[in-house]
């Protein structure tokens, strides 16, 4: 049967959302979104997935009822997995990653974890690497382990309300776990270590499917009970997909949103940093990715106040003559410069003045160069997601690497990729942008970026 539109659901960070792509030019037909707020507890701080599946529920039978469902994935942020009981249900609350809850016992799981070499995963703070959750909840409530009958990631989570069934997919795994090992595509040693061999849910293609709808969640929707639910994908490697099957290496993808995550397509071989927020990803395929990252859409909120400025030509001459720059790092516990705290060198802009937001988009874009040289990227570079409508920020990274920068079509990659999961990757058309900017060298902007990597390798 062919499949007509995907339903997507897509929960991030910021907000969880219900996306309808039609298979054809792969565009939203309709989208709804809802805060992802965290629920203070107890036991600890941690997603509303009820409202979030109340919420989804509803979005689902309406996007039925009004243009019809052919099949649903699911893409997830990364560092989640839920603990599930026999009876089906959450043996506890799922974790929010930045409670600092894990980092109590962060010498006792620093003597479990396996090396970088074997994982490509850094020891990152707080629950962001998911072996780090699971054993801190496991250390903080003895009876958990018992309970827990298996462990999926967050975007199978999702799948397991859909349809009872149990997985994980290979590219949550790789999302900085401590799980996995994406040189033997396995799980890593932690899993013995932990003694989770038993209860981890079996790792599968991030496009295989599940099985059909639950009956209730069927009667529920109106959607039809055969309707295949695919097994899904981490959120950065769903923007990535789309570029793996249509694009020729070299190249790197910047998929933008809370977190900026830069991964890089058959770039040059180099020793990735593990204390500089590098890591090795897992695509869509079950390849490995080397990857970079840091909290860059956080770090754009916090500095720009909520101001919806955009930055001019003047604002961003102004930057340039006066040498305002902010240097790193907003977020001290992620990116490349961890520990350091942000300043600014030259006059500080007004908040919610098209200077400050100049100065911000020149910070984010030599941010994300900085990470491109971690990864080995050569070729052109692609940018997914909220910033490729910050033309400070494309502008300053074009010049940065001397590379062209592709902006993609639509506002976010994610569902598009998703949403491909359902579809024979080998028969799709290319993937359509709607700009470049060329590598032109603008000697103002190149020398900026040579005077902002000298005063970041200077502090």
Request: negative net charge; charged residues 20%; aromatic residues 6%.
């Amino acid at each position: 049967m062919t499949v007509r539109r995907i339903a997507v659901i897509d929960v991030g960070k910021t907000n969880a959302k219900l996306a309808l792509v039609d298979a054809g030019d792969m565009t939203e037909i309709a989208v709804v979104t809802r805060p992802n707020a965290v629920l203070p507890g107890p036991p600890y701080p941690h997603f509303d997935v009820d409202g979030h599946w109340e919420f989804l529920l509803n979005a689902l039978a309406k996007f039925h009822a009004d243009h019809g469902i052919g099949a649903i994935s699911v893409t997830t942020h990364g560092a989640s997995g839920a603990l599930i009981g026999a009876d089906g249900c959450l043996a506890a609350p799922v974790l929010d990653y930045e409670h600092p809850g894990p980092d109590t016992v962060a010498a006792e799981y620093q003597a479990l974890r396996p090396a970088f070499s074997e994982t490509g995963s850094p020891r990152l703070p707080m629950g962001l690497n998911l072996g780090a959750q699971i054993h801190w909840q496991f250390m903080i409530e003895p009876g958990l382990r018992k309970r827990t009958d298996a462990i999926v990631t967050y975007p199978q989570f999702w799948g397991h309300r859909l349809t009872g069934a149990l997985a994980s997919d290979v590219s949550s795994l790789g999302a900085h776990t401590d799980l996995w090992n994406p040189h033997k595509r396995r799980f890593s040693s932690l899993v013995e270590r932990m003694e989770l061999a038993d209860k981890m849910a079996p790792a599968r293609a991030s496009d295989d499917i599940l099985g059909p709808l639950l009956p209730e969640v069927a009667d529920r929707t109106g959607i039809p009970a055969e309707t295949p639910v695919h097994c899904g994908i981490h959120d950065s490697n769903a923007s990535l997909l789309p570029h793996v099957v249509h694009r020729k290496p070299p190249f790197s993808v910047v998929s933008t949103g809370t977190w900026v995550i830069v991964m890089t397509i058959g770039g040059a071989r180099i020793a990735l940093e593990p204390t500089r927020d590098t890591l090795i990803n897992v695509n869509g395929l079950g390849a490995p990715v080397p990857s970079a990252r840091f909290m860059g859409g956080r770090e754009f909120e916090m500095i720009s106040g909520g101001h919806a400025v955009e930055a001019d030509e003047g604002a961003m001459a102004r930057v340039i003559s006066d040498g305002i720059m902010l240097m790193p790092a907003a977020v001290p516990e992620s990116g490349p410069f961890q520990g350091r705290d942000a300043h600014w060198r030259g006059a500080q802009p007004n908040p919610g003045s098209p200077t400050r937001a100049a100065a911000l988009g020149f910070y984010l874009a030599m941010m994300t160069a900085e990470c491109l040289s971690l990864t080995g990227h050569r070729g052109n570079i692609v940018v997914e997601g909220p910033f490729c409508r910050n033309a400070a920020y494309i502008a300053m990274l074009s010049a940065a690497t001397e590379c062209t920068v592709i902006t993609s079509k639509g506002a976010t990659g994610t569902s598009q990729g998703a949403a491909m999961l359902a579809l024979d990757l080998a028969t799709l058309l290319p993937e359509t942008v709607d700009s470049k900017v060329a590598a032109v060298p603008r000697p103002e902007l190149v020398d900026y970026a040579v005077r902002w990597r000298s005063a970041a390798r200077a502090t």
